[in-house]
């Protein structure tokens, strides 16, 4: 039988083992990586969202979003409690095949020296895979000279979603020196721990375990220049993902509520992608533009057009006290 490229697509996604999402700027969002990325992060509070579209020149192009949310609910001494939550999706091709996951995060962060804090976390999240099968178009709905969707496409389905819950931790390390901006950001996290069964079948369709290492440094060059370093590693089954990236970082302005910087940076998702991107950061708010430019095999189909990246992140951080007044938060 002959099926449009949607549907092989579907099958697809359903028998063999593909990759979770991904994103070109995870350094700006890692709780994606690992649920252990909160406990280190600035502030008490911070929220952050990626919208990514690709593929959009051939016909399953992809939309993958993802939000998070996470706050420290409590703080002893050089220890903290940091709790959140984590919401993405991904949807492709003329059956809308989606990616949903929904969950929660905690973390604890440890400060073991003036310079170094570790972070350990977990998460629970319910993960499900649906499909409108009312899109999708079969052979048997070509009536001869046209095609007819009024025509009975003689396929059935046994199920159009699977829901089930995944479980996920991680565990980072942080430098950061105390007389320069000098500092070192690395993690990995396990995800779903427990192989759940998202498929649209019951049985057989369980989803490997996927497991994510990622890197992200600063070196101060000069006094209001910075170079950077980052790279992550995703191997979910026999698929793998390597990213590499370096850019350069110039502080424009700097004091309380007067902080901008200005990045760009290139970066090679190995045998797929260079991504040139652009990083504003103003006070408590970062803005990261990126552009996914294809030179892979895959190339033919998108003539080097990957996709557009957008990441939003908003940190709040309050003002140390001084002489003993009130703590106001730097908006």
């Known amino acids: 039988m002959r099926y449009n490229l949607a549907i092989i697509i579907i099958f697809s996604a359903v028998t063999i ?66 709790l959140g939550l984590l919401l993405q999706q991904d949807k492709a091709g003329d059956g809308g095949l989606e990616w949903l996951q929904a969950g929660l995060t905690a973390a604890v962060g440890q400060q073991i020296s003036p310079e170094h804090r570790l972070g350990a976390g977990f998460g629970l999240s319910l993960v499900q895979r649906r499909v409108e099968t009312g899109n999708l178009t079969f052979q048997n709905q070509w009536g001869g000279d046209s095609f007819d969707p009024s025509l009975p496409s003689r396929e059935s389905f046994p199920a159009a979603s699977g829901v089930s819950p995944s479980f996920t931790a991680g565990l980072c390390w942080q430098y950061k020196a105390e007389y320069n901006r000098n500092s070192v950001l690395a993690g990995g996290g396990l995800s779903h721990i427990n192989r759940p069964d998202v498929g649209f079948e019951a049985g057989g369709n369980k989803l490997p375990a996927r497991t994510d290492l990622y890197i992200h440094s600063v070196i101060q060059a000069g006094e209001m220049d910075d170079a950077v370093l980052f790279g992550a590693w995703q191997q979910m089954a026999s698929a793998r993902e390597i990213l590499i990236g370096a850019g350069y970082r110039r502080i424009l302005t700097t004091g309380t509520a007067n902080h901008t910087a200005v990045q760009l940076a290139v970066a090679h998702r190995i045998n797929d992608a260079l991504i040139p991107s652009i990083q504003v950061d103003r006070n408590n708010w970062t803005l990261g533009i990126s552009y996914d430019l294809n030179i892979s095999s895959f190339n033919t189909a998108t003539s080097g057009r990957g996709g557009m990246e957008i990441a939003l992140v908003w940190n709040r951080i309050p003002v140390p006290l001084l002489n003993g007044t009130r703590t106001c938060p730097v908006f």
């Open 17 to 82: 083992y593909g990759q979770d999402l991904h994103f070109s700027q995870f350094y700006l969002n890692p709780v994606t990586l690992t649920p252990a990325a909160p406990a280190l992060a600035p502030g008490d509070m911070r929220a952050a969202c990626l919208y990514r579209s690709q593929w959009q020149s051939v016909p399953v192009a992809y939309e993958t979003f993802s939000g998070s949310f996470d706050f420290t609910a409590a703080r002893s001494g050089s220890s903290l409690l940091r």
